[in-house]
């Protein structure tokens, strides 16, 4: 009999690192210890979190501009402590949020050919969080709402317009948030925090929907992202820290869907989910 092999649509994708010409080089990326991507993409720009003095600073490259980048090139500069998360709205290019160690999130609004000077203003300042916020995310289907976690363990959900919180979880989570992930029209979220807890959450109700203890037994960072058929993933690490990979449904978190472990490497996985075309990337820092 002739075996049966079963072909996986994904065999021959793979990554191909581009050509020097191609890379952004000498950015004084940001040394600062928390786990995050420090650069954020949309279709005309790049932003890159890098080091500064007297305060926080990230940078907004035109996507054209390859190659190395002048130390006195323009930075959006308004925080007084490092900044820690980066996002951009995804109804218009020119806007992008920023949490920082000054307990603040900014909402800052690019020109349309990039800088030319460094700015210094935002939009608005969003106030709220009495310690470090290291989480932004904008409402993916809803214009001017974005959402802010901070290490005073709270999530607040702003109308930007306005500069107003329009809701408060301040009381859902005992431990520090690493990560919070809204599922693709925004009526849920989910969150890893260090109490090892993945927590599904409807923010509108204020309501825990789905919750799991000891989604990873290991005491490094996880992280948990929607997917677009509303199942939960996950990263984190077992509890000999083996790197391990699992898919949830939030109707029954009682045992994974799947469980994969990868290796003994500590570095975090940072998950990236294309819904377009169904595809999971991980990175390791």
Request: proline share 5%; charged share 20%.
């Amino acid at each position: 009999m002739r075996r049966v092999v079963r072909q996986s649509k994904f065999r021959h994708v793979f990554g191909q690192a581009v050509k020097n010409d191609q890379c952004y080089d000498d950015i004084r990326v940001s040394r600062v210890t928390w786990d995050s991507s420090f650069c954020a993409v949309n279709p005309k720009f790049v932003a890159i979190i890098i080091e500064a003095s007297g305060g926080g600073a990230f940078l907004v490259l035109p996507l054209y501009k390859t190659g190395r980048i002048d130390k006195s090139y323009p930075t959006v500069c308004g925080h007084t402590g490092p900044v820690l998360d980066i996002d951009w709205c995804p109804h218009n290019d020119q806007v992008i949020a920023s949490g920082s160690e000054d307990c603040t999130v900014m909402v800052w609004q690019i020109p349309e050919n990039g800088l030319t000077l460094s700015l210094t203003e935002p939009v608005v300042i969003l106030e709220g969080h009495s310690k470090r916020v290291g989480i932004v995310a904008w409402h993916p289907t809803a214009r001017n709402v974005l959402l802010s976690a901070g290490c005073d363990n709270a999530i607040l959900i702003w109308n930007v317009g306005t500069g107003e919180p329009l809701i408060n979880l301040d009381d859902m989570h005992q431990d520090m948030i690493y990560n919070v992930s809204w599922n693709r029209n925004g009526s849920l979220i989910c969150t890893a925090s260090k109490d090892k807890k993945v927590r599904v959450i409807d923010p509108r109700k204020q309501e825990i929907m789905a919750e799991k203890e000891k989604a990873h037994e290991g005491a490094r960072p996880m992280r948990a992202i929607f997917l677009s058929d509303g199942s939960v993933f996950t990263t984190g690490f077992s509890r000999m820290s083996e790197r391990q990979l699992a898919l949830w449904n939030p109707k029954n978190m009682g045992e994974p869907v799947a469980l994969h472990e990868m290796d003994t490497s500590n570095g975090v996985l940072l998950p990236f989910y294309d819904p377009d075309t169904n595809i999971l990337y991980l990175c390791g820092k």
